[in-house]
């Protein structure tokens, strides 16, 4: 149990319970980063190697503990609500007066803790109607879009639709393309799930996921490494699956998955790539932006080799010189479809675990038997996207799309993610609105 200095059992006293009933490894996790809160002495250094993946730490060279006695200052809190979905949490906290903050966190594939972070609640208005979605993601500096849909058989009809034909930056959803070639290649056989890849430094990219950090020469199966990709949104992942089929593949998948202009992703990139490309050398960028298709395909074979870019050198968004993976929401939608599709076809059902391991946001698994997710970012860049099929077979699509020059009008993601789980959670995909 977790002792809650000057809490108030009033306040939401079911969500302290949830959190101390959570056994698994996500939840013991949390309930100890909550602790590092809420204990009744602050932690050491000492106290917190074991929970942490060793990157996290050795990005406070002067102690991580530090950091959470700033935190600590800011209560005494009380446990509010508790989201755990897949490998992330989400802590709502209230402290003196009222404030909330939302403790959010991240777990490795090795169930230690990647990613811990404190930092004001992001709250998301609630959307009971069309007209509440547009309020809701209309914001000054932000261009959107977003597209809901419903599908029955071999029908597809648009609930809500705003600019869903434009092309818009993407980030990660790009994976999805990558998925597609990977689930043809294994019904044609040239792949197997228990093939392996192999880690190389030409081929290792910057976070999200963890594959990164694989020594040289680590062979994983090509069933964990596309886990990775979608569940985890790896990138090093992503381009190891790249490599394992060919640009070619990638791009041939795209037109199937029925895009309206596959030439806006040829060549398509790799993650390793647009990193490369839009923080690395200026003169990268300027090429790119002025190449047609051959000349950019040449850029690609000369900068080919280990990564040259930090983590820490990205900054001014890129996405307006072509550097990201443009898709119109019904591109998305589309794309979407023709995955499940594949799981129902992949006996081997590696494809369908794959697509609905991580839901992005808490989900009702009797109201939505199966849920798809898929959330994309870079610089200035935000989509998170949903396909979930209802126990009759009906499906119904949801793609949030945002893009700004100013990284900071996007933020980190939270509050469209809140988005999306309300319209969700609403009852206005299947016309029961609450």
Wanted: aromatic share 6%.
């Amino acid at each position: 149990m977790i002792d809650l200095p000057g809490s108030d059992a009033s306040v939401r006293p079911d969500a302290q319970a949830a959190l101390d009933a959570d056994g698994t490894p996500l939840g013991l996790r949390t309930r100890w980063a909550v602790e590092l809160l809420t204990g009744p002495r602050a932690p050491q250094d000492e106290d917190l190697s074991g929970n942490f993946v060793p990157v996290f730490l050795a990005r406070h060279p002067q102690g991580f503990a530090a950091t959470v006695e700033g935190w600590r200052g800011l209560g005494p809190f009380t446990v509010t609500d508790y989201q755990p979905v897949a490998h992330k949490s989400w802590v709502s906290l209230e402290g003196p007066a009222g404030v909330r903050s939302t403790l959010s966190l991240t777990l490795d594939s090795t169930g230690l803790i990647r990613v811990l972070h404190l930092g004001p609640e992001v709250v998301t208005p609630p959307v009971r109607t069309w007209d509440d979605l547009a309020r809701a993601l209309e914001q000054p500096g932000v261009t959107w879009s977003a597209l809901v849909a419903r599908t029955e058989g071999s029908v597809t009809e648009a609930l809500y639709a705003k600019d869903a034909d434009r092309p818009m930056p993407n980030g990660s959803s790009y994976k999805l393309y990558l998925m597609r070639a990977l689930a043809e290649a294994v019904a044609a056989g040239s792949v197997r799930w228990d093939d392996e890849v192999t880690v190389t430094p030409a081929l290792r990219s910057l976070p999200t996921g963890d594959m990164q950090e694989l020594p040289d020469g680590t062979r994983v199966p090509v069933r964990e490494t596309a886990y990775k990709m979608i569940a985890m949104s790896d990138n090093t992942a992503a381009d190891l699956i790249q490599d394992l089929l060919g640009r070619d593949a990638v791009e041939r998948a795209v037109v199937a998955g029925g895009h309206s202009d596959p030439a806006l992703l040829r060549p398509f990139l790799t993650s390793h790539e647009v990193f490369e490309i839009g923080w690395g050398a200026p003169e990268h960028r300027a090429e790119w932006t002025a190449a047609d298709e051959d000349g950019r395909r040449r850029l690609l074979e000369r900068i080919a080799g280990p990564m040259t870019v930090r983590g820490s050198d990205l900054g001014p968004t890129v996405h307006r010189s072509g550097l990201d993976w443009h898709m119109s929401a019904w591109d998305v939608a589309r794309v979407l479809g023709a995955l499940v599709e594949d799981g129902i076809r992949d006996t081997s059902g590696a494809v369908d675990e794959i697509l609905t391991a991580y839901p992005g946001v808490p989900i009702d698994s009797a109201r939505w038997p199966r849920a798809v997710f898929k959330g994309g970012s870079c610089p200035g860049v935000m989509m998170f996207c949903w396909l979930l099929e209802d126990p009759d077979g009906v499906r119904y699509t949801l793609v949030l799309q945002q893009c700004a020059d100013d990284q900071k009008l996007i933020g980190d993601g939270q509050f469209l993610r809140g988005v999306g789980g309300r319209v969700i959670e609403s009852g206005l995909l299947s016309g029961t609105s609450r």
